[in-house]
């Protein structure tokens, strides 16, 4: 079974050595490289199409996309999003195992009429409302370590029982219906925070049991980023281990991972190839 990165061009200055950086692990006769400009063709290029008005209006309101669109960055986040969603559909239909998607503009801070934080459109929300509506597919898990609050992913679904969201940030803890939020203190050590990874990991996914599993990963709460809370940046990568042997117990190795918060194109270079790599061995 494969893996697909979906990547397209307007990206911003943190993935300016992609997907260069990625040499050697496009090469591989598991892994699907679909762009969206037809830039760079490396073997098994496909194009990205992107998302029709009528399915992003599903989700977020007419006057939210205006205001988008007056951002000057919607074509860029129309691109994210449309990387999630045909993601989605992929390994929706058994043609990927898992993904990873590229997003220039995030995700979780766009609900359904407010977005901030570079954030314009939630693609996890675009792809779920997809899946259920044209592929039959019911339950779905996010689980979001970006460092901060996911309001406009936990809006999007906090009366949507087919939704886990399990949220890891500075917040207080709380659950509303199938949103789950998880305090995750200042200075956190690697080793606890992985242990809180992986009690509400097994407690709820498992339970869940999700068809599913988007993973809202950013890299902005590693030491020196702007979220900075004290994750060294070998952390993510523990943490790819363990949802991707979570999705393998409890739904076939059904993983989405959407790229979200992080700055450094150092960190860039260093940790995405790592993930990807844990994603296809
Ligand atoms: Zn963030
Ligand atoms: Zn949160």
Redesign the pocket.
């Known amino acids: 079974m494969c893996t697909g990165i979906f990547f397209h061009y307007q990206q911003g200055e943190r993935l300016k050595d992609f997907p260069q950086a990625l040499n050697g692990i496009l090469e591989k006769d598991n892994v699907f490289f679909y762009d969206a400009l037809y830039l760079s063709k490396p073997r098994s290029s496909f194009d990205l199409e992107p998302i029709p008005i009528e399915t992003l209006h599903k989700i977020h309101s007419p006057g939210m996309i205006d205001r988008v669109k007056a951002t000057g960055n919607f074509e860029g986040a129309l691109y994210s999003a449309a990387g999630t969603l045909s993601a989605a559909i992929k390994v929706c239909s058994d043609e990927l195992l898992n993904a990873f998607v590229f997003t220039g503009y995030g995700d979780h801070h766009a609900g359904s009429n407010f977005f901030s934080g570079g954030c314009y459109l939630t693609g996890a929300a675009i792809a779920i409302h997809e899946l259920q509506e044209k592929f039959g597919a019911k339950r779905f898990a996010i689980i ?1 370590t970006d460092a ?4 406009g992913t ?1 809006e999007l679904f906090e009366n949507n029982p087919t939704v886990l969201y399990i ?5 207080s803890s709380q659950e509303k219906i199938q949103n789950v ?2 305090h995750v203190p200042f200075k956190i050590k690697d080793s606890v925070y992985t242990a809180l990874a992986k009690e509400s990991f097994e407690k709820l996914v498992k339970v869940f049991k999700p068809e599913i599993i988007f993973w809202n990963w950013g890299y902005d709460g590693t030491i020196g980023e702007y979220g900075d809370i004290g994750l060294t940046p070998e952390l993510h990568m523990k943490l790819a281990m363990e949802i991707k042997k979570l999705a393998l117990e409890v739904c076939r190795g059904r993983v989405i991972v959407v790229l979200c918060g992080g700055s450094r194109r150092d960190l860039a270079v260093y940790l995405i190839p790592r993930i990807i790599k844990i994603l296809v061995d």
């Not at 901060?148 to 309001?151: A, E, I, T, V």
């Not at 949220?167 to 917040?171: K, T």
């Open positions: 979001d901060h609050h996911g309001d936990w949220c890891f940030c500075s917040g939020n998880v």
